[in-house]
């Protein structure tokens, strides 16, 4: 498997990071930054990590399995996750979530049949005193209202 | 770098002192405003020195469980052989905490200081600071505050010409609450699933990759240049008598002005809500109030006149936790809180032991039985004694966390679980006795 100059520099970097010995301290990073470049945790992702490290392809899909930002399968071209925990259901994170459902036509993990919108209601993001807080991808957006969840969908391309 | 929440003049700053500030995370900035002179000074000192001045300040660790962070950096041995480590907690996932995210982005160096004070303290040459990976942005802003540190010999060999040597990485997380607990956080370190370990041995003898190991909070890091810069005692001081210093506050729910605020320990919860968070929003009154994060037991409005720091929480039956403070008005319907505050501790639990796994899960069947009208009185009794019989039994502290808020949520508020199951037309008594 291929990925690009950048990224085979971070996974060169990250692996001088652990004591010797020890580079399967570099596993989640990886999966995290691989992700992005791939789309998904792929099961050759998984294999060639997995020889890359010196590790089973078994130890590497237990991982996945365990971590909920690692993903097998492709989000859409943008994921909104929208947090419903307590300090954003206080102040409409709830709703928030009902209506980007209708209006995405989706349902908790599914994805647009276009792949353009995937949706996620998510746990506390760490946004609660700017609440209701969502992230479309990584990008945080605070004290949103339905009106501006409207405006942040209708402005993504 | 711009600020979620404007500060009240109210607010005490000395770790937030730099928020707003132009640049505020860059070397220069921090340099001309004192930074690295704490880290200067400790190296003519010797270890205990510095563990004795942290001890003096009294300060307590930031993460949730408040420990003494002197007598934890004591715990670390002295005159072994290999390498020691320190793991800086940014995994900031206890619901209703925010703090950690602003003094990265704000004034990183200050955390960084704080790293190498004590690195120096205990003998480690390398960190890892451990951010929840929902937070990418803000990996990517520390690791270009940790590339101009290693070009300006801040970090590395040699730093600031002094000959101590530091290295210091960034670690993403990948989505799991329970790394915030320690020691599945070093698992998940070593690129394993956060299960969490057996103790003791603890992280200070046995930590990252089986080294000794300093593992504290972003902000309990944070806290440690303006102890050294002005003293333990000034520190403590600050706040009360063995609750020394300020803490960040993230004030949540249902106030005029939410936001995260640095106030000294000890001050009036009422005067905090009222007087920094604005009041009460729409006029309404307080129903109840969870101090510091989604495990912390929740106090009613009656309960709530009481000073902010660990002791005079404990004495209310609650705790300060991550700083996390939840306001909820007179209309919320605590039922749904309970059941939403379930969801996430069944979704979070690891599935290691069973009293936690199944307990959660149980707990949240028979709160969403309640709240969709299909429960009965024997439902609510059941949910508070299966959520005592957690308490204690589970191998990480997540089983207490979703047990505490439950078990305080159901004794507070039993008359709006009772009536959920009055609504039931099918709890009659009779019924429950033959089920
Ligand atoms: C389930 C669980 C989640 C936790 N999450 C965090 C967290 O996100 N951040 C944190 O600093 N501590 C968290 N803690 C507390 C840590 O285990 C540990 O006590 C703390 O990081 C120690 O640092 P301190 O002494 O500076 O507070 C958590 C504990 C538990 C049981
Ligand atoms: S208490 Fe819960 S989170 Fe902790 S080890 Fe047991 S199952 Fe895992
Ligand atoms: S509860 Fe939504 S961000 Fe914390």
């Known amino acids: ?157 | 770098m711009k600020l979620y929440n404007p500060p009240s003049p109210l607010e005490t700053k000395v770790i937030s002192k730099r928020f707003g500030v132009e640049n505020s995370w860059r070397l220069d900035t921090y340099l001309a405003t004192g930074g690295f002179e704490a880290f200067k000074k400790v190296m003519e000192w010797t270890p205990d020195q510095i563990i004795d001045e942290v001890k003096a300040s009294s300060l307590r660790g930031r993460g949730g469980a408040g420990f003494p962070t002197g007598l934890k950096w004591s715990f670390v041995p002295k005159n072994v052989e290999g390498p020691k480590y320190i793991v800086v907690n940014a995994d900031e996932s206890e619901p209703g905490t925010c703090k950690d995210r602003l003094l990265i982005e704000h004034d990183p160096y200050q955390m960084i200081e704080g790293i190498l004070i004590a690195a120096k303290a205990v003998g480690a040459t390398k960190g890892w600071v451990y951010i929840r990976g929902e937070y990418r942005y803000l990996i990517d802003h520390f690791d270009s505050v940790l590339k101009e540190a290693y070009q300006r010999g801040y970090l590395g060999k040699n730093i600031a010409g002094t000959g101590f040597d530091f290295d210091l990485y960034s670690q993403t997380g990948a989505g799991a609450y329970e790394c915030g607990e320690e020691s599945a956080l070093l698992e998940s370190l070593e690129g394993k699933r956060g299960v969490p370990r057996i103790r003791p041995p603890f992280p200070a003898v046995s930590g990252a990759f089986q080294a000794p190991t300093v593992l504290n909070n972003v902000e309990t890091f944070s806290t440690v240049p303006e102890i050294i810069r002005g003293g333990g005692k000034w520190y403590a001081d600050l706040g009360t008598p063995k609750n020394g210093g300020t803490r960040m506050v993230c004030l949540a729910g249902h106030v005029n002005k939410p936001g995260v605020y640095e106030v000294p320990l000890g001050m009036n919860m009422m005067y905090f809500i009222n007087e920094i968070g604005g009041g009460m929003w729409k006029g309404k009154k307080m129903k109840a109030t969870i101090p510091g994060g989604s495990s912390c037991p929740i106090l009613r409005a009656d309960e709530c006149d009481i000073p902010m720091d660990y002791d005079s929480m404990a004495k209310a039956g609650t705790m300060l936790g991550s700083g996390g403070m939840m306001v909820m008005d007179e209309d919320t319907d605590m039922v749904k809180i309970a059941l939403r505050i379930m969801r996430f501790y069944k979704h979070e639990s690891c599935g290691w032991c069973i009293p936690c796994r199944e307990g959660t899960t149980w707990l949240q069947k028979m709160l969403a039985r309640i709240v969709d009208g299909n429960g009965a009185m024997r439902d609510v009794d059941m949910v508070g004694e299966l959520a005592k019989s957690m308490l204690g039994r589970t191998f990480c502290p997540l089983g207490d966390a979703a047990a505490m808020p439950t078990i305080s949520i159901v004794e507070k508020f039993r008359p709006e679980f009772e009536a959920y199951v009055a609504r039931n037309p099918f709890a009659s008594s009779e019924l429950v006795q033959v089920g």
Request: a negative charge; charged letters at 20%.
């Open chain 1, 1 to 157: 498997m291929t990925f690009s100059p950048e990224l085979e520099a971070r996974f060169a970097d990250l692996l001088t990071h652990y004591p010797p010995g020890r580079q399967r301290g570099a596993l989640i990073p990886m999966l995290m930054y691989a992700q992005d470049e791939v789309g998904a945790v792929t099961p050759d992702l998984m294999e060639e990590l997995a020889k890359r490290l010196g590790i089973s392809v078994l130890q590497v899909d237990e991982v996945v399995g365990y971590y909920s930002m690692l993903h097998k399968k492709p989000q859409g071209k943008y994921h909104i996750q929208i947090c419903t925990n307590v300090a954003c259901m206080l102040r409409g994170g709830a709703e928030l979530y009902e209506h980007a459902c209708k209006k995405l036509g989706v349902g908790h993990k599914q994805t647009q049949a276009s792949g353009k919108f995937s949706l996620e209601e998510v746990e506390c993001i760490g946004a609660c005193s700017w609440a209701p807080a969502i992230q479309v991808n990584y990008d945080f957006h605070h004290e949103v209202t339905v009106s501006q969840l409207d405006q942040v969908l209708e402005g993504l391309q």
